[in-house]
């Protein structure tokens, strides 16, 4: 599995990083927070996981890196929505990965006080703990695509199964942070806003502040459902023959990042801080990663002899046809760049739900 023979950076010691101050994760016990744990804690950190346990699926998570884990981990179970407690978290911390979320469109939809509250009052909770703090640790936040709304002018056309770019003029490099902002959704406002406050922390307080907006990410211990990681899910339902939704015509594209390579995008973040910091930067797998749906179930046929029986549904609310990351920003400035292509990144989250079926640990949740 890629997961062991990954080559992750080493999170270095400069900057005064003591190993026995811990880093805090907000939301370590979903899928990205739990991957970044269980990294940094193998590279000798300290991490505080700070959840409320309300994703479906997070507490498996949590067993998990308890079980892997025991000393290292700290675990305060509790929502960023309350402010006493986050402050007295985040008074002795050396980082903050903060990316506790409401995280599905259709959730915003139904309930936009709900995702305001979580997303724009809880980062705005986060960022004031650590303007007040006496230590102010820097703060890495995930944001997203869907802040760039729905790219309407992109001129795009259908070719074998996806849309492409019709027209030059657009840059095939992808959609990078000069992109004016266009939210749309609730949750594409909660999370742009939330976003801005993040960046605007930097500029009026000076604090050491981080956005990655993040296309689509996929991997291990991600319990995807219709709503959010819909890489995972494709590849749950067709391990458990089971019929698939499609909203919209399915050749909508997006690049697909694998966890291992955000996880090490993160920590190289971390080790040059004093470059990124108070930036904005677009991370996803890139134009050589991109896949539109139809392309990622017949990837699934291909690969596993898995045919699903395919349902259509009408486009939903916000829904991008093309989204690709431009990350050459980030690559410029420390290096960074995708390593897993689909194809393996596939396998190993094919495993990882094969394995955990004839484990009979349910990852349908
Ligand atoms: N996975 C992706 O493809 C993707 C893409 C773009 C952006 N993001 C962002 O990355 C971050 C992590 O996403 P993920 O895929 O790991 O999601 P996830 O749902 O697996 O993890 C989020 C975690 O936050 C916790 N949480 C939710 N509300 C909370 C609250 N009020 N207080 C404390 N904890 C709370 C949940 O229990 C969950 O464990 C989110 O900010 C999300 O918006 C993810």
């Not at 690559?331 to 094919?350: A, F």
Request: hydrophobic share 35%; proline share 3%; charged share 25%.
């Amino acid at each position: 599995m890629i997961t062991n023979t990954y080559r992750f950076n080493n999170v270095n010691e400069k900057n005064g990083k003591k190993r026995d101050v811990p880093v805090l994760i907000t939301g370590g016990a979903g899928f990205i927070g739990a991957n970044l744990a269980h990294q940094l804690m193998l590279q000798g950190e300290t991490v505080i996981v700070y959840d409320n346990l309300s994703r479906p699926g997070s507490e498996k998570n949590l067993r998990w890196l308890a079980d892997e884990h025991s000393e290292r981990l700290k675990i305060c179970i509790n929502d960023i929505r309350n402010y006493n407690t986050i402050k007295e978290v985040i008074g002795n911390v050396k980082i903050v990965f903060h990316f506790a979320s409401q995280v599905a469109v259709t959730t915003s939809i139904e309930n936009p006080l709900y995702d305001f509250d979580v997303n724009v009052k809880g980062t705005l909770n986060i960022l004031e703990a650590v303007r007040t703090s006496s230590v102010h640790p820097p703060v890495i936040m995930t944001s997203t695509n869907k802040v760039y709304g729905g790219l309407r002018d992109i001129p795009l056309k259908i070719k074998n199964n996806r849309y492409v770019i019709a027209s030059n003029g657009y840059d095939e490099m992808g959609i990078d942070e000069m992109r004016p902002l266009d939210f749309q959704s609730p949750y594409g406002c909660s999370k742009g806003a939330a976003d801005q406050y993040v960046l605007d922390y930097a500029k009026t307080y000076g604090l050491d502040t981080v956005v990655f907006r993040m296309s689509c990410i996929y991997g291990p211990h991600q319990f995807g459902n219709e709503d959010q990681g819909w890489v995972v899910h494709f590849l749950k339902k067709a391990i458990y023959d089971e019929d698939i939704c499609i909203y919209g015509d399915g050749c909508q594209v997006r690049d697909v990042l694998h966890v291992n390579d955000l996880i090490d995008a993160f920590i190289t973040g971390w080790n040059e801080i004093d470059t990124i910091r108070r930036n904005v930067f677009n991370i996803g797998g890139g134009p050589e990663n991109s896949v539109s749906i139809l392309e990622l179930i017949d990837y699934i046929h291909e690969l596993y002899g898995k045919k699903m029986i395919v349902q259509y549904a009408p486009w939903r609310t916000g829904d991008q046809k093309y989204y690709v990351s431009d990350v050459s920003k980030y690559n410029r400035q420390t290096g960074w760049y995708p390593k897993v292509n689909v194809r393996n990144g596939l396998d190993d989250v094919y495993n990882w739900v094969y394995q955990a079926r004839n484990k009979d640990e349910h990852i349908i949740v």
